[in-house]
T-cell receptor, first 110, second 114 residues
Framework: RKEVEQDPGPFNVPEGATVAFNCTYS??????FFWYRQDCRKEPKLLMS???SGNEDGRFTAQLNRASQYISLLIRDSKLSDSATYLC???????????FGTGTSLTVIP | NAGVTQTPKFQVLKTGQSMTLQCAQD?????MYWYRQDPGMGLRLIYY???????DKGEVPNGYNVSRLNKREFSLRLESAAPSQTSVYFC?????????????FGPGTRLTVL
């Protein structure tokens, strides 16, 4: 079983829509969680760190459910510039390794 | 601050050739990482260095070696390149090895092995 699993999509949504991505992780002892954004052929860039049960930053909300071992990312009022691949990242029990999901592709349509 | 830099940006090798990918960070981070990214596989950890003077294997270390030259620099060496090593390689750094320590990535090296 993979350490981190994401729905690869693609998600195609109109501008202004709300879209949610889910991510599940297998190690219940995982310590910390992140969402990264990756544009085509570019490096991943940190979008949000997920603290305790969740975190909010403007139009973006991340939530953590430790009991069910999943993390979600909600994007409200989608913009064209939100089109990218979103990576779910989980920090291991030992803290020394980060595990990446394969990413969820989002395209926001005018 | 340049953040994390990597050289070269592109490289084409023939099977059996060797090369070293260079990575440097100017954020005074303790930990550094090498990943490879392949279509449909996500990023996979090759090696990491939790602090200067230490290195450890990640998920896919076979065929690679690393050197943590100093706190700033972490290099990845392919001794005898194989077509299976065709990939995009990313270097990353973070302040600490665990906890809420976000990683910052370099721009990547696109390697093709013929």
């Amino acid at each position: 079983r993979k350490e981190v699993e994401q729905d690869p999509g693609p998600f195609n949504v109109p501008e202004g829509a709300t879209v949610a991505f889910n991510c599940t992780y297998s190690n219940s002892a995982s310590q910390s969680f992140f969402w990264y954004r990756q544009d085509c052929r570019k490096e991943p860039k940190l979008l949000m760190s997920v603290y305790s049960s969740g975190n909010e930053d403007g139009r973006f909300t991340a939530q953590l459910n430790r009991a069910s071992q999943y993390i979600s990312l909600l994007i409200r009022d989608s913009k064209l510039s939100d089109s990218a691949t979103y990576l779910c990242v989980v920090n291991s029990f030992t803290g020394n390794q980060f595990y990446f999901g394969t990413g969820t592709s989002l395209t926001v349509i005018p | 601050n340049a953040g994390v830099t990597q050289t070269p940006k592109f490289q084409v090798l023939k099977t059996g050739q060797s090369m070293t990918l260079q990575c440097a960070q100017d954020m005074n981070h303790n930990s550094m990482y090498w990943y490879r990214q392949d279509p449909g596989m996500g990023l996979r950890l090759i090696y990491y260095s939790a602090s200067e003077g230490t290195t450890d294997k990640g998920e896919v270390p076979n065929g690679y070696n690393v050197s943590r030259l100093n706190k700033r620099e972490f290099s990845l060496r392919l001794e005898s390149a194989a077509p299976s090593q065709t990939s995009v390689y990313f270097c990353a750094s973070s302040m600490l090895a665990g906890g809420y320590n976000e990683q910052f990535f370099g721009p990547g090296t696109r390697l093709t092995v013929l």
